[in-house]
């Protein structure tokens, strides 16, 4: 079992401190453990980026993509150890963890092309002696708090855009699975980034995210979690109006319509609930299926999600890996049972399965449930999909849209118009149509409502690490 440390500075430290431990979900044992910073830390590692900032953000950004590039081909190079420790420290089947290293680096593949295109503006002046122009600039010292669920991807859709624009890095990673994130700043450093550039810190996240709240050092910060704690992070921002960018919870709805191709909206229903052991904030976490078709929905969606093998995420075969904790766990089996006691049944699944050391859930559909139940108010994390029947588009939009979340949702019918007119009324920054797995490096991805502020990927991605500086020039 190996200690880890936290890079601050170009250095890896911390070995004095206290430490946390990260167990594998599958099975409980010990995977590594990491030090358990705080405040003097984390001040220490912004000091760091602060005093890099200086000549990174005077680097071009073809200078800089150089680095994001080199960094890039690492990634690639070591995608299987890299899987490997994602599967080990957070259970998600390694097929799928070997991918998500391959998503992880196409966004730094994308920003470090991105980079080059932050344009400024010439805008035509009122009067002869003066012109107007639009310089962009970098935001500064950025602070990056990731969840556990993405641990590559949701670091690398940050750090990518932040270092391509000039800015330098403080990264704040889950608690739960810290140690992808450490093996990518030790690609970092073999990447040749110089000291101060990218720094890491593990430990308490109250702690840490005082001082990096406190430091006005840091302008900026960019967060990918639960919308409870994206909410403390508003609050406590105020009072150093830092900027924020927030990826949040999600509740996302999937329709499917009398006119879809039902073989088509399982296979999105299956690629998009039970990704990641339902463990995504984009995973379709209730189903509205219109009545002509809402038997034969079931039937064939219940025969395909029969066919996951639930077990420890390690084995090539496994689709189904355990849940992240026992409160993960928990959510899960009171849903089914609050949903169930309230006249849901059970179509497949529905079965915990707990031993002493991992905590697996089978996979599960259930039918007739209605709005009254938990597991249609709230994600549910877990692999569970729920299916209410509705009469009508109208019916499924109005449902769909009763929520505080915004982040992702799913249509699915073959009628273009149909397909439209129903995307045009929903509240939601993200949708699949007759797609189950939208998510890709080149577009905006994030949530109206409650699930957000601001967009990652895409051009749009770069945009919250850049400010805007109007300069208007005297001629005479
Ligand atoms: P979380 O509990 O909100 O934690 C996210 C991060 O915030 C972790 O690094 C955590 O550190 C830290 N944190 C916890 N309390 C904090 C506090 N008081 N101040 C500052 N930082 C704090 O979320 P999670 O359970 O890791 O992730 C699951 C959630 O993320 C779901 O709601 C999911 O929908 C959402 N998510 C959203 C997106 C998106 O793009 N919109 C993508 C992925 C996930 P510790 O682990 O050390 O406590």
């Not at 960094?71 to 070591?78: G, K, P, R, S, T």
């Not at 890491?200 to 960019?222: C, F, H, P, Q, Y």
């Not at 077990?311 to 959510?331: A, H, M, S």
Request: aromatic share 8%.
């Amino acid at each position: 079992m190996r200690k880890y440390q936290i890079y601050i500075n170009g250095e890896w430290t911390g070995e004095e401190l206290q430490t946390l431990a990260v167990t594998n979900p599958a099975n409980g044992q010990l995977v590594g453990e990491v030090p358990y910073a705080g405040e003097v830390e984390t001040n220490d590692a912004i000091d760091a980026a602060h005093t890099a900032f200086q000549s990174w953000s005077q680097l071009t950004a073809f200078e800089r993509a150089g680095y994001l590039k080199k960094f890039y081909q690492l990634m690639l190079d070591n995608q299987e150890e890299l899987a490997e420790i994602m599967t080990l420290e957070m259970g998600k089947p390694i097929k799928e963890s070997r991918g998500e290293v391959q998503y992880a680096a196409s966004f730094i593949e994308w920003f470090a092309e991105e980079g080059k295109r932050v344009y400024g503006e010439t805008i035509p002046s009122h009067v002869h002696a003066k012109r107007l122009q639009v310089w962009k600039k970098p935001v500064g010292v950025v602070a990056a708090i990731t969840p556990w669920n993405f641990p590559a991807a949701m670091l690398t859709r940050k750090m990518g855009p932040a270092l391509a624009a000039g800015c330098t890095v403080v990264i704040k990673p889950s608690s739960e699975s810290p140690l992808t994130a450490i093996k990518l700043l030790e690609l970092c450093e073999k990447a040749g980034f110089p000291r101060g550039v990218v720094n890491l810190v593990t430990g308490s996240s109250s702690k840490i995210a005082k001082a990096i709240m406190d430091n006005e050092k840091v302008r900026k910060i960019t967060f990918t979690g639960s919308t409870e704690v994206g909410k403390i992070l508003i609050r406590q921002s105020a009072d150093q109006v830092k900027k924020l960018s927030l990826e949040l919870g999600g509740h996302a709805p999937m329709i499917v319509l009398n006119d879809a191709n039902v073989d088509v909206a399982v296979k999105g229903a299956v690629a998009s609930k039970f990704r990641n052991t339902g463990q995504t904030c984009i995973c379709a976490n209730r189903i509205y299926v219109q009545s002509g078709i809402y038997d034969e929905f079931i039937e064939k969606f219940a025969t395909a999600v029969k066919e996951l093998k639930v077990g420890d995420g390690i084995d090539e075969t496994v689709d189904i890996g355990p849940l992240i904790n026992q409160e993960g766990f928990e959510k899960v089996t009171s849903h089914v049972e609050d949903a169930v006691s309230k006249g849901a049944s059970v179509v497949t699944g529905g079965k915990a399965i707990r031993d002493e050391s991992g905590a697996f859930y089978s996979p599960t559909v259930i039918k007739d449930v209605n709005e009254s139940m938990v597991v249609m108010q709230e994600e549910t994390f877990g692999p569970v999909a729920p299916v209410q029947k509705v009469e009508s588009a109208q019916e499924a939009i109005k449902f769909a849209n009763s929520t505080p979340y915004g982040l992702a949702a799913y249509v699915f019918t073959e009628n273009v118009a149909k397909g439209m007119q129903v995307i045009e009324q929903l509240d939601f920054g993200i949708v699949g149509w007759n797609e189950g797995a939208p998510s890709a490096a080149q577009v905006p991805f994030g949530g109206m409502k409650e699930s957000g502020v601001g967009r990652e990927g895409g051009h749009e991605g770069i945009e919250a690490f850049i400010e805007s500086q109007y300069v208007a020039i005297g001629m005479e």
